[in-house]
């Protein structure tokens, strides 16, 4: 991974979208963002998706360069799919907390305890830990591929913990799951979220896989965060949502339904919100800096590539069979 510092000297009253703008078009870069981003740069991508849309955005993409709004692992994916393009992150120390919850050495470890079973992994995580599984899943596509493989097959799935064990109860199925989770989707408060349902009664609870079980047990609905957008897009489905993720995803849901409402689930702490700091480490400057340097490059050796994408390709291939 190249680890050279950006230049951090900014032209004074500088229009950051306009410039973002020309530079895009000047090197056919492309700006790839997740939800979960700062409504700023939501609205300068070129795409705004999940895992799973992101994956196949930067899988078809025809640009030179391309920007990664996202976390480390995300933009190793566009790497992994691009090996001969050059891959931007804004901010180098923009990790995730999944991630580091699985280290390659400990997991490999794991793995080789458990000789007769396949690796289902969740897209958050690194491309060491891609390189030792067979499939890659998200948390749209997760519940699908699980049940391509008959039952008595053998499953790891990693890292994600909570949304294993949300998998083993949709699917019926027993998988071993490694003990991962994501500090986001971990610190949200049942007592206060039905306080707060409580206070609000015609509200629906749409809650992501990744919160605890306990949590999950009250939602009314559970999906992806595009799963979660496209449901409160629907009529029938009510106007006022008690939303169970990242904050980020608020923006978009305000956008497609303006007079509908959305309250942030509260967290156990004393935060009014519940924000990935991970993700919020990017800002439109450092994507201009990125777009202008073209620093920080991700870069990942030709072996790791070479391992990390065949499971890559195969959830592709697979949600492309799904109608994903």
């Known amino acids: 991974m190249n680890t050279e510092k950006q230049n951090i000297e900014i032209e004074p009253g500088i229009d950051f979208v306009e410039q973002i703008n020309y530079l895009k078009k000047k090197k056919n870069a492309v700006i790839l963002a997740h939800y979960y981003q700062n409504t700023d740069i939501q609205d300068i991508a070129d795409y705004i998706g999940d895992s799973l849309g992101l994956a196949q955005q930067a899988e078809k993409t025809n640009a030179d360069m391309i920007l990664f709004a996202g976390v480390h692992f995300m933009a190793e994916t566009a790497k992994i799919l691009n090996p001969h393009k050059k891959v931007l992150i804004p901010d180098l120390n923009a990790g995730c907390s999944l991630a580091e919850s699985c280290p390659p050495n400990l997991f490999s470890a794991f793995k080789a305890k458990h000789p007769n079973h396949i690796v289902l992994t969740y897209i958050n995580c690194t491309a060491e830990i891609k390189a030792l599984s067979d499939v890659i899943v998200t948390s749209t596509n997760a519940v699908q591929i699980v049940e391509s493989y008959p039952k008595e097959q053998a499953i790891i799935f990693a890292p994600d913990k909570n949304l294993g064990a949300y998998i083993n109860k949709k699917t019926g199925r ?48 559970i999906g992806s965060t595009t799963a979660l957008l496209n449901f409160t897009k629907k009529p029938e489905n009510g106007n006022e949502f008690i939303v169970v993720t990242e904050t980020g995803i608020i ?19 004393n935060c009014a919100c519940n924000d990935c700091p991970y993700m919020k480490l990017n800002t439109i400057e450092k994507i201009y800096l990125a777009l202008k340097n073209e620093q920080p490059e991700l870069i990942l050796s030709n072996e790791l590539i070479n391992k990390a994408k065949l499971p890559i390709l195969k959830m592709l291939e697979l949600s492309k069979k799904f109608g994903l």
Request: glycine share 2%; proline share 10%; aromatic share 10%.
């Open 251 to 269: 923006h978009q849901m305000q956008k497609y339904s303006p007079n509908k409402k959305f309250i942030p689930a509260p967290p156990n702490n």
């Open 174 to 221: 027993n998988m071993v799951l490694w003990n991962g989770a994501c500090e986001v989707h971990e610190i949200f408060s049942l007592e206060k979220l039905l306080k707060l349902k409580f206070q609000n009664p015609n509200t629906k609870i749409i809650a992501h896989p990744e919160c605890e079980a306990p949590l999950l047990e009250y939602a009314d609905f």
